[in-house]
Every structure is written in structure tokens, then in C-alpha cells.
């Protein structure tokens, strides 16, 4: 059964600060990596996509990979109130499916 | 530029009742995948659609079937409910020729078995 790991927290940032994410996943085939925020009661919004070892930045937003470690993280800076939500990580494996991990509840404290 | 639209938004239905949830995909998409997320869990799976047919599938029972439309809409369907059916249904959408296509997602169908 593949899967993909997340501490589901709370976890709670001082606002102004750097909150750190974190995601494991099991299939080594798997291609492509996402994370998805969910406000509570709205559906799954997509902030970031990696598909290579490394980092990738787009904003506060910055995505790494590591594929011999299986392991895939998300880093907000300068954390907002409104980046208060659930943070879900997906992997695309090589059976093209979608994975979804349960999520981290992320809580900015003003 | 249409985003994923789902139908109805809220649905309340006793045991042993059917179900029917509609889908339209973004406008260009041409996949359609069907989620299942319990409150406090992350989105499970259900099955993915393209060309009409069922491509990929989860790990649920054959009660929960699917279509998909020339037009490229879906609908899920979830016979005999179970209690453990209340949940959120979302409907994702992507274009399935291009690789690590990202899924975009509707508001959702809140299902609530009483």
C-alpha cells in the first residue's frame, strides 16, 4: 500500500517567522509532488509543485525534494495569519495515481 | 475561465439510499478524478475517468460507480449508503496528455447519511 506520511500537528508558528512542513512517502517510483492548502470547509487549493531533486521557490513558498530520502518539505516564510489551514501533501506514483497524506494543521500566531 | 464545478453542494440521504454527484472539469481538462475526504483526513482516492472510462481505481467497494460524458463531465454514483459514506466528495480535474499534470480541485459535495 503506497503512501505518503505527514504529522498532522498542530503545529504553531509565531507570525513573522519560518514554518516548516514536512512529508514522507513510500513508492520510490513516484514522479511528481505537490502540496495543496486547505482552508476549513473549502476544498484543496494547490500552492506548490517539485518534480526534481532540490528547491524550488515561488514567493514566501519554497518546496524541496529528495528522492533518495524520500522525503519532500514545504517552507513558508514570513508566516501570515491567513497561512493558518491544512497543509496536504500529494504524490503522483508511477501508477499515476494521486496520493494524498492526511495533512498538518498549521496555526500562525499573531 | 470556469473553474471544476460540482453538484449539488450539500446532500442529506438516509441508509441504503442512492446517490448521484455531478462534475464539470476545468475548461481544457479532459481527466476527472473523484475523492473521498473524512473530516480531519486527508482526500482518499476513489477512481479517475478519461475517455470515458475508468482508468485508475482506489481501494472502494464496487457500491461507488462513475461516468464520464462525452462533454468530459462526470458523475459519481454511491448505492445502498452507509453511514461511514457522510463526507466531503470532491471532484479534481487535468489534462491527462501532459505528465505531472497537477489536479485542480471543485468546491466539493458535503454528504451527510443519516
Known amino acids: 500500500q503506497k503512501e505518503v506520511e505527514q504529522n498532522s500537528g498542530p503545529l504553531s508558528v509565531p507570525e513573522g517567522a519560518i514554518a516548516s512542513l514536512n512529508c514522507t512517502y513510500s513508492d520510490r517510483g513516484s514522479q511528481s509532488f505537490f502540496w495543496y492548502r486547505q482552508y476549513s470547509g473549502k476544498s484543496p487549493e494547490l500552492i506548490m509543485f517539485?518534480?526534481?531533486?532540490g528547491d524550488k521557490e515561488d514567493g514566501r513558498f519554497t518546496a524541496q525534494l529528495n528522492k533518495a530520502s524520500q522525503y519532500v518539505s514545504l517552507l513558508i516564510r514570513d508566516s501570515q495569519p491567513s497561512d493558518s489551514a491544512t497543509y496536504l501533501c500529494a504524490v503522483n506514483g508511477r501508477d499515476d495515481k494521486i496520493i494524498f497524506g492526511k495533512g498538518t494543521r498549521l496555526h500562525i500566531l499573531p | 475561465d470556469a473553474g471544476v464545478t460540482q453538484s449539488p453542494t450539500h446532500l442529506i440521504k438516509t441508509r441504503g439510499q442512492q446517490v448521484t454527484l455531478r462534475c464539470s472539469p476545468k475548461s481544457g481538462h479532459d481527466t476527472v478524478s473523484w475523492y473521498q475526504q473524512a473530516l480531519g483526513q486527508g482526500p482518499q482516492f476513489i477512481f479517475q475517468?478519461?475517455?470515458?472510462?475508468?482508468?485508475q481505481r482506489g481501494n472502494f467497494p464496487d457500491r461507488f460507480s462513475g461516468h464520464q460524458f462525452p462533454n468530459y463531465s462526470s458523475e459519481l454514483n454511491v448505492n445502498a449508503l452507509l453511514l461511514g459514506d457522510s463526507a466531503l466528495y470532491l471532484c479534481?480535474?487535468?489534462?491527462?496528455?501532459?505528465?505531472?499534470?497537477?489536479?485542480?480541485f471543485g468546491s466539493g459535495t458535503q454528504l451527510s447519511v443519516l
Open positions: 517539485i518534480y526534481s531533486n
Open positions: 475517468y478519461y475517455e470515458e472510462e475508468e482508468r
Open positions: 479534481a480535474s487535468s489534462r491527462r496528455r501532459l505528465t505531472n499534470e497537477k489536479l485542480f
